[in-house]
């Protein structure tokens, strides 16, 4: 953590004391963490722990989230979990443990403890086999296009220069319907992707390993070359899919690791689960309802 900002010595109106002296000129020292002179408002409390707002608000720039009551209600849920195995680990007498890379002594000692607590159950051969027979759609070779590209180059904020991408786009893909073989010239002259000197190729593409928006779109058209330009974050490109592949199934043998350590997650993480409720009967949590029944 950075150190605090600098108080800048502000004299009150009608007062010669700097505004520091006067925000705590009523409060002890021992009186705890205050916001201008105040402490630190607090309404979640695991058993007889508090952790306040601030707490809350360091916390929540590790879960980010659409609503900032939802992003709150992921912190304040972590701290209480984080305090729940922390207690645990106090009345077992777990010492601190050396953490490891970034991983802080309190951390390595919570890690002890949910390894001490957790039995590793790896799943039967019958259970992947179920699993396995129940979910056939999951077990596939990905699709495989192979495309070819000319990326005619624009910033998303340069209204002008798409606009002219577009019409440039356009004119190519009318050349190319009547000379489909100037295809890699076009690209050599007008693409400013790396592939240009490859005549556009990029090669045999699976899911995901494009730009998203692009991706969604060259994964919906037919062979042959696209009758429109695509549009990305990068510009438009002129495309042409020369082959599709669509996946196969695999066999139990192929994914059988696969299933395994799936299934044997979804156990740990039921476990987990089930032993945080038995933590909170033992260390009663208040406050968490309210702050989740806000971010709904």
């Given at each position: ?37 105040q402490p630190a408002p607090c309404s979640l409390y695991v058993q007889d722990t508090p952790i306040s707002e601030a707490d809350i ?127 890699a010239d076009l690209a050599a002259r007008h693409s400013q992707c790396p592939s240009s000197s490859e005549g556009g190729d990029l ?18 058209l037919r062979q042959g070359l696209a009758g429109f330009p695509v549009e990305s974050r990068w510009g438009y490109h002129v495309v ?57």
């Amino acid at each position: 953590m950075g150190s605090l900002p600098r108080i800048l010595p502000i004299t009150v109106i009608d007062s010669q004391t700097p505004v520091p002296a006067e925000a705590g000129h009523h409060h002890d020292a021992d009186d705890g963490p205050r916001s201008l002179g105040q402490p630190a408002p607090c309404s979640l409390y695991v058993q007889d722990t508090p952790i306040s707002e601030a707490d809350i608000a360091r916390e929540m720039q590790y879960h980010r989230a659409m609503r900032p009551e939802q992003s709150r209600a992921d912190a304040a849920r972590a701290l209480v979990v984080r305090e729940l195995l922390r207690l645990e680990a106090e009345r077992l007498g777990l010492a601190d443990a050396p953490g490891v890379g970034q991983e802080t002594s309190e951390e390595a000692r919570i890690q002890q403890l949910i390894e001490q607590t957790l039995v590793d159950r790896v799943p039967s051969e019958d259970d992947c086999q179920r699993y396995f027979a129940q979910n056939p759609e999951r077990f596939r070779s990905p699709d495989r296009i192979r495309v070819r590209h000319i990326l005619l180059a624009a910033p998303a904020d340069d209204i002008a220069g798409r606009l002219k991408a577009r019409t440039l786009a356009e004119k190519l893909i009318a050349e190319l319907l009547e000379q489909p073989h100037l295809f890699a010239d076009l690209a050599a002259r007008h693409s400013q992707c790396p592939s240009s000197s490859e005549g556009g190729d990029l090669g045999w593409l699976q899911r995901g390993q494009t730009t998203p928006e692009f991706d969604r779109q060259v994964f919906r058209l037919r062979q042959g070359l696209a009758g429109f330009p695509v549009e990305s974050r990068w510009g438009y490109h002129v495309v042409s899919i020369d082959a599709l592949e669509a996946g196969t199934a695999l066999t139990f043998e192929q994914v059988q690791p696969q299933i395994s350590d799936y299934l044997e997650l979804q156990v740990r993480q039921r476990d987990v689960q089930q032993f945080l409720l038995q933590l909170r009967e033992r260390y009663p949590v208040r406050g968490l309802e309210d702050i989740e029944a806000q971010a709904e």
